[in-house]
């Protein structure tokens, strides 16, 4: 007996805030031969629908082809497309075909609608993929599949400071022509910015699935499992908070955030010439000259600068200028292209019961729930603190100050100086095991805080040297030589067993850190972990700097 068609089909579905004629949420794109562009009625509701044709171009590799072969490709070709859009109350729904979805306006685009579906519909227990981005210095953007699913700790979602972007899996389709047709299946969603899911062949159905979706959105996810998912999302460029927290952005730019927290931290582009970088330029009004950010990026620089911009154009103004890392001492020798300077700042304010965050040049903002959870587990593992013994760090004013410390600590018996001390690995270049050994093979990681809160260079050290000594047996013999020409004799453990971050400048605790910094913290912590290495912290006692 051959099976009865379903009466939907797959269709890609998005979303957008009502207030405009249907045909503005459609852009205007050279190439497109229409066939059809008018108004029409869908069981009442007023619609609109455009099709068409829209040239795709040649792709970039048959000019190679071509000049390999000497046979020219008229690789171009007319791909259909078809957009139906349906005012449904506050919201424009629009449902695509072929490649509709490339005429579509993405400035107007309501980036969470498959997402909330997904929340509140997605079965917890039967998740096939999940993609998200990292809110650290790595901007690492990670795509986490199980084809016949998993649970939602088999993807190792970060409460706080990882943004996900979709998800996948199967779904209850309660209310929706599909339900009633296939006797209450489950069908695999795909949720995103936008929503893969099967919808009604006839108007009355259609009209009906599309009317379903929006009546789930608007439903609580108290109850949803996956309601975590939601914490951490990024502002839309027409969100109203916006004013204002470039009007905080500001004023902290000049020196004056009473509310707020402002710091520097390396840009993905830049994060991998960390240990390279020697000296910082800044391309200002078109004239490269050096920006004295110190070793450890402070910020200070930076508002010292702002201070002489009116508050008005200050944030324009951050957008404008560029910085590039050298890796000489002069602003010479360029490691990367120049990166606004917007992107190196991170910058942290409170609206209401929301964390607003500034990160990688785009403001995100972070559910009060996620913040207290991570700052309960921060305060708990900052409590974990080492027994080693540090003289008061004080300040030189010298380059080199940090190394100047390191060696006053391993003037006591059993300490060994290891900063500037390199090892070198098919897979690490270049990376430091720890600026200081302790008496129990302890490896101590050195930094002066400062201002500059977000400490992921310090954290991204202590990962890259255990990360190295646990995988590459190579790291564990150069490790060895170098203890053993330092204290002949001493030999150091295969396997290194305590990390231990030590700081002055600031106290390990809560309120100095960042949220994204108390995020990518907990990360290192559990990526330690599962080498079986313990962490433990200490705090320095120092006097501090000298205000220029």
Same mark, same amino acid.
């Not at 000019?63 to 859009?85: D, K, W």
């Not at 685009?109 to 227990?125: A, H, K």
């Not at 170098?482 to 396997?495: S, Y």
């Given at each position: 007996?051959?099976?009865?068609?379903?009466?939907?089909?797959?269709?890609?579905?998005?979303?957008?805030?009502?207030?405009?004629?249907?045909?503005?949420?459609?852009?205007?794109?050279?190439?497109?031969?229409?066939?059809?562009?008018?108004?029409?009625?869908?069981?009442?509701?007023?619609?609109?629908?455009?099709?068409?044709?829209?040239?795709?171009?040649?792709?970039?590799?048959?000019?190679?082809?071509?000049?390999?072969?000497?046979?020219?490709? *008229?690789?171009?070709?007319?791909?259909?497309?078809?957009?139906?859009?349906?005012?449904?109350?506050?919201?424009?729904?629009?449902?695509?075909?072929?490649?509709?979805?490339?005429?579509?306006?993405?400035?107007?685009?309501?980036?969470?609608?498959?997402?909330?579906?997904?929340?509140?519909?997605?079965?917890?227990?039967?998740?096939?993929?999940?993609?998200?981005?990292?809110?650290?210095?790595?901007?690492?953007?990670v795509q986490t599949s199980y084809p016949?699913?998993?649970?939602?700790?088999?993807?190792?979602?970060?409460?706080?400071?990882?943004?996900?972007?979709?998800?996948?899996?199967?779904?209850?389709?309660?209310?929706?022509t599909y339900h009633r047709a296939t006797?209450?299946?489950?069908?695999?969603?795909?949720?995103?910015?936008?929503?893969?899911?099967?919808?009604?062949?006839?108007? !009355?159905?259609?009209?009906?699935?599309?009317?379903?979706?929006?009546?789930?959105?608007?439903?609580?996810?108290?109850?949803?499992?996956?309601?975590?998912?939601?914490?951490?999302?990024? =502002?839309?460029?027409?969100?109203?908070?916006?004013?204002?927290?470039?009007?905080?952005?500001?004023?902290?730019?000049?020196?004056?955030?009473?509310?707020?927290?402002?710091?520097?931290?390396w840009p993905a582009a830049a994060a991998?010439?960390?240990?390279?970088?020697?000296?910082?330029?800044?391309?200002?009004?078109?004239?490269?000259?050096?920006?004295?950010?110190?070793?450890?990026?402070?910020?200070?620089?930076?508002?010292?600068?702002?201070?002489?911009?009116?508050?008005?154009?200050?944030?324009?103004?951050?957008?404008?200028?560029?910085?590039?890392?050298?890796?000489?001492?002069?602003?010479?020798?360029?490691?990367?292209? *120049?990166?606004?300077?917007?992107?190196?700042?991170?910058?942290?304010?409170?609206?209401?019961?929301?964390?607003?965050?500034?990160?990688?040049?785009?403001?995100?903002?972070?559910?009060?729930?996620?913040?207290?959870?991570?700052?309960?587990?921060?305060?708990?593992?900052?409590?974990?603190?080492?027994?080693?013994?540090?003289?008061?760090?004080?300040?030189?004013?010298?380059?080199?100050?940090?190394?100047?410390?390191?060696?006053?600590?391993?003037?006591?018996?059993?300490?060994?100086? =290891?900063?500037?001390?390199?090892?070198?690995?098919?897979?690490?270049?270049?990376?430091?095991?720890?600026?200081?050994?302790?008496?129990?093979?302890?490896?101590?990681?050195? !930094?002066?805080?400062?201002?500059?809160?977000?400490?992921?260079?310090?954290?991204?050290?202590?990962?890259?040297?255990?990360?190295?000594?646990?995988?590459?047996?190579?790291?564990?013999?150069?490790?060895?030589? !170098?203890?053993?020409?330092?204290?002949?004799?001493?030999?150091?453990?295969?396997?290194?067993?305590?990390?231990?971050?030590?700081?002055?400048?600031?106290?390990?605790?809560?309120?100095?850190?960042?949220?994204?910094?108390?995020?990518?913290?907990?990360?290192?912590?559990?990526?330690?972990?599962?080498?079986?290495?313990?962490?433990?912290?200490?705090?320095?006692?120092?006097?501090? !700097?000298?205000?220029?």
């Open positions: 007996m051959s099976r009865q068609p379903l009466p939907t089909s797959p269709m890609s579905l998005y979303r957008f805030r009502g207030g405009l004629p249907l045909r503005d949420y459609v852009t205007r794109c050279a190439g497109v031969t229409v066939e059809h562009d008018g108004p029409l009625t869908i069981n009442g509701a007023r619609a609109h629908l455009l099709a068409g044709t829209r040239v795709v171009a040649a792709p970039a590799w048959s000019a190679q082809v071509t000049g390999l072969s000497g046979v020219p490709l *008229p690789l171009t070709r007319s791909a259909p497309f078809a957009i139906v859009l349906v005012q449904l109350g506050d919201w424009v729904v629009a449902a695509t075909w072929g490649g509709g979805r490339h005429l579509l306006d993405d400035v107007r685009m309501d980036e969470d609608f498959g997402l909330l579906f997904g929340i509140r519909r997605l079965d917890p227990t039967r998740l096939r993929a999940v993609g998200s981005s990292l809110l650290d210095v790595s901007a690492r953007t016949s699913g998993s649970t939602v700790p088999g993807f190792r979602l970060d409460p706080a400071g990882e943004l996900v972007t979709h998800l996948s899996g199967m779904a209850d389709m309660t209310g929706t006797g209450g299946r489950q069908y695999r969603v795909r949720a995103g910015s936008s929503l893969g899911i099967q919808v009604g062949h006839s108007p !009355k159905a259609f009209l009906s699935d599309l009317e379903t979706i929006c009546r789930v959105i608007d439903q609580s996810d108290e109850n949803s499992p996956l309601r975590f998912l939601s914490r951490v999302r990024p =502002l839309r460029a027409d969100d109203v908070r916006l004013p204002l927290l470039e009007l905080r952005l500001a004023e902290a730019l000049g020196g004056d955030a009473p509310h707020s927290r402002l710091a520097m931290c991998a010439h960390v240990e390279a970088t020697n000296s910082f330029r800044v391309e200002d009004r078109g004239v490269p000259r050096p920006l004295d950010l110190g070793a450890d990026l402070d910020v200070d620089a930076v508002t010292t600068r702002f201070t002489r911009v009116p508050v008005f154009a200050r944030v324009n103004e951050l957008k404008r200028v560029r910085v590039v890392p050298c890796s000489d001492e002069h602003g010479e020798e360029p490691l990367t292209r *120049p990166i606004s300077l917007d992107r190196w700042l991170v910058f942290e304010t409170g609206i209401g019961d929301r964390t607003m965050c500034l990160h990688q040049g785009r403001w995100y903002e972070i559910g009060q729930d996620a913040v207290q959870l991570v700052r309960d587990r921060v305060a708990e593992l900052v409590s974990n603190k080492s027994g080693l013994s540090f003289p008061v760090w004080v300040p030189t004013g010298k380059q080199d100050d940090e190394h100047r410390y390191c060696a006053l600590v391993a003037e006591q018996p059993g300490y060994l100086c =290891l900063d500037r001390d390199f090892g070198r690995t098919p897979m690490h270049p270049r990376f430091e095991f720890a600026d200081v050994l302790g008496p129990n093979d302890e490896l101590v990681h050195v !930094k002066w805080l400062g201002r500059a809160t977000a400490a992921s260079h310090l954290f991204t050290q202590a990962r890259v040297s255990v990360w190295a000594q646990r995988l590459e047996p190579d790291a564990v013999r150069q490790l060895d030589a !170098k203890v053993n020409r330092l204290d002949t004799g001493r030999r150091v453990p295969e396997r290194p067993r305590t990390v231990v971050l030590a700081a002055a400048g600031r106290r390990w605790t809560v309120d100095e850190l960042f949220t994204l910094s108390q995020v990518e913290l907990l990360r290192l912590n559990e990526d330690l972990h599962q080498h079986g290495v313990e962490l433990r912290f200490a705090d320095i006692p120092f006097v501090p !700097k000298a205000k220029a």
